[in-house]
């Protein structure tokens, strides 16, 4: 079997966790599909490159100028679509798999062009993340996003959260959708001993951290952690909280955490190498992910493999990925004084915590390996094929 | 020596949609190609007669946009790109084709999808280019739009342009060589445009034996 995969996203270029998701599934199903990528180029990238058995194909996506976002992707398709048609020229392959409707464009005209089937990976909805459709801007995505459930002879979602989403968004027969979960390297993500320079550059040694990591946007919800601060120092005066990524809320979330009093005990690091985030969720001593949407929630996946103890909202995939007292604390979604309560919980009990890490640990090896998420892929493949 | 038997002409507009002298001239061409013997089909674009017809001997296929929210022509047109090779294609798995004839920037991607899978040669027709239109020649629309015509030029086998204005901005401004463009009329006798559409589809299989 040899399949063509289209991502915007894919490391060293990463914008949230599709680089990652893309990086590790690709490389995971080389071994046992020829496995090729076509992604964006990235300064001081390869233009072709193997990677762990998958074949990476960079396509120059930044000649074009645009005026805006939406234009910019449109022709990063037709580049995309480009690279596509040369590669499949050459023949043999067996499908396509786009990620999102970022390569909705070229990965449908590829599927018309060489009568191929096409797959599908709806990583999260338009209306998801901006909590309906509002503007004509928005409402072109969430009709891309529908074209391509519509052309895709299998969608995956991440989550049963998900599944339901897009089902009811966009009338998707139920049985062309896969639930298939995104999943974690347990050998990239372990517990680690504290990087002690690294814990002091953020925190005195005195200092409890609780860590935030992910982008900085409405649908995080860090707002909400940060508003949760003053009843965690209430009770923790001695506890530091590293925000971790970028994002255009980043100004917003610094005057709030400045009106609130609380910046002497923020500290928003900007975009921070993997190698640091390992860094630091080992030396943490729990982290929130406090998101109002989130289809999957790799963070909490990273941070349980990591035995980082997790409080998580309870809401989209993080509701199946965290159980409830055994595995993390869940929460309920955009409420600052749960948030407080949950943190000022597991800071305050330390056999609580350890109990935790342990369990996460074991849960995350198990069901979310990429060995058992390419097994389900490649199956998916197997049921679109010509018998 | 492979000869033109087939072509397909890809065009933004065709009546009855007339929007300016493509239509006319899209037309113009399909049916001199058909008076000269040659299985000629267009897929052109129109959102209220969408589905397949065939009208003095040319056999229309006309889509839709699958997005029904219009941004701006710089995101439709790459958006309408996969209907166009939709159709396309059904043509070319279909009685086969031997040539692909687009008409301006709009269809481009298209084509060049279409040649790249099914290794057909491929002639685009100018009217006129982004720079002659648009006094606003360096926003980042207009170069987005110059970007694509002058990608589509550089993946023609041929350029045909209708006038001298648009073949020296061709040569002068995209790049394109000089023994790639033709300027011929496209609202007329169509004689001298099969005579170089029939010495593409020569070049091409020379090129590839």
């Not at chain 1, 599908?120 to 309906?132: F, K, L, P, V």
């Not at chain 1, 509002?134 to 995505?141: A, E, F, G, L, M």
């Not at chain 1, 050998?187 to 680690?192: D, V």
Request: with cysteine; glycine share 8%; hydrophobic share 40%.
């Amino acid at each position: 079997m040899k399949a063509l995969m289209l991502s915007w996203e894919y490391p060293p270029r990463k914008v949230g966790g599709l680089a990652t998701h893309v990086y590790e599934l690709s490389k995971a199903l080389a071994e046992r599909v020829e496995m090729h990528v076509v992604t964006c180029n990235f300064p001081g990238a390869l233009e072709l490159e193997r990677v762990g058995g998958a074949i990476v194909h960079r396509a120059n996506v930044y000649s074009a100028p645009s005026p805006d976002f939406l234009t910019w992707a449109m022709l990063m398709n037709a580049s995309l679509l480009r690279a596509g048609c040369e590669l499949a020229a050459g023949g043999g392959f067996d499908m396509i798999h786009c990620h999102d409707w970022l390569v909705a464009q070229a990965g449908i005209a590829l599927k018309h062009a060489t009568g191929m089937p096409l797959v599908a990976t709806i990583h999260s909805t338009e209306s998801g993340r901006r909590h309906g459709i509002h503007t004509d801007y928005q409402r072109v995505i969430h009709e891309i996003e529908g074209w391509l459930t519509y052309e895709a002879s299998r969608i995956v979602c991440c989550s049963w959260s998900m599944v339901n989403e897009v089902a009811g968004l966009f009338n998707v027969p139920r049985d062309k959708i896969w639930m298939i979960p995104n999943g974690v390297d347990p050998e990239t993500y372990r517990p680690s001993a504290i990087d002690q320079p690294l814990r002091d550059k953020y925190a005195d040694p005195s200092e409890k951290i609780v860590l935030y990591v992910g982008r900085l946007v409405p649908e995080k919800g860090v707002n909400v952690l940060i508003g949760a601060i003053p009843g965690i120092l209430a009770a923790h005066q001695n506890t530091k909280f590293i925000i971790v990524g970028e994002g255009y809320s980043r100004e917003m979330l610094s005057s709030l955490s400045k009106s609130l009093g609380v910046d002497r005990k923020v500290f928003f690091t900007g975009y921070v190498s993997d190698d640091e985030v390992k860094g630091l969720l080992g030396l943490a001593d729990l982290q929130v992910i406090p998101s109002i949407y989130e289809p999957f929630g790799i963070v909490c996946l990273e941070a349980m493999a990591s035995g980082t103890p997790v409080v998580a909202s309870d809401t989209g995939g993080l509701s199946e990925i965290v159980e409830d007292g055994v595995t993390g604390l869940k929460v309920p979604s955009n409420d600052s004084d749960a948030i407080a309560h949950a943190v000022n919980r597991l800071l305050s009990d330390g056999a609580l915590r350890g109990r935790m890490s342990k369990m996460a640990r074991g849960r995350a090896m198990g069901r979310f390996s990429w060995k058992a998420i390419a097994d389900l892929t490649t199956r998916m493949y197997d049921s679109v094929l010509p018998r | 020596m492979k000869a033109l038997k087939k072509i397909l002409v890809l065009t933004p507009e065709y009546p009855p949609r007339m929007l300016g002298d493509v239509s006319i001239n899209a037309h113009s061409v399909s049916k001199g190609m058909v008076k000269d013997g040659i299985l000629t089909s267009v897929v052109t674009f129109d959102d209220w007669r969408p589905g397949e017809t065939v009208e003095e001997g040319i056999r229309v296929s006309r889509i839709a946009s699958p997005i029904r929210t219009f941004y701006s022509i710089l995101t439709w047109t790459p958006l309408i790109t996969p209907e166009f090779v939709r159709a396309s294609s059904k043509i070319i798995r279909g009685e086969g084709v031997d040539l692909v004839l687009s008409f301006e920037w709009t269809t481009g991607m298209s084509a060049m999808t279409l040649g790249t899978i099914h290794d057909l040669p491929l002639v685009c027709a100018y009217h006129s280019v982004e720079c002659q239109r648009n006094p606003f020649r360096d926003s980042p629309l207009s170069q987005g739009i110059a970007y694509l015509e002058r990608e589509v030029a550089k993946a023609s086998e041929l350029v045909v342009a209708t006038n001298e204005d648009t073949a020296k901005f061709l040569r002068d401004e995209y790049g394109i060589s000089v023994a790639k463009i033709v300027v011929t009329r496209l609202d007329g006798d169509v004689g001298s445009l099969i005579s170089f559409c029939r010495q593409a589809v020569e070049d091409h299989e020379g090129a590839n034996a």
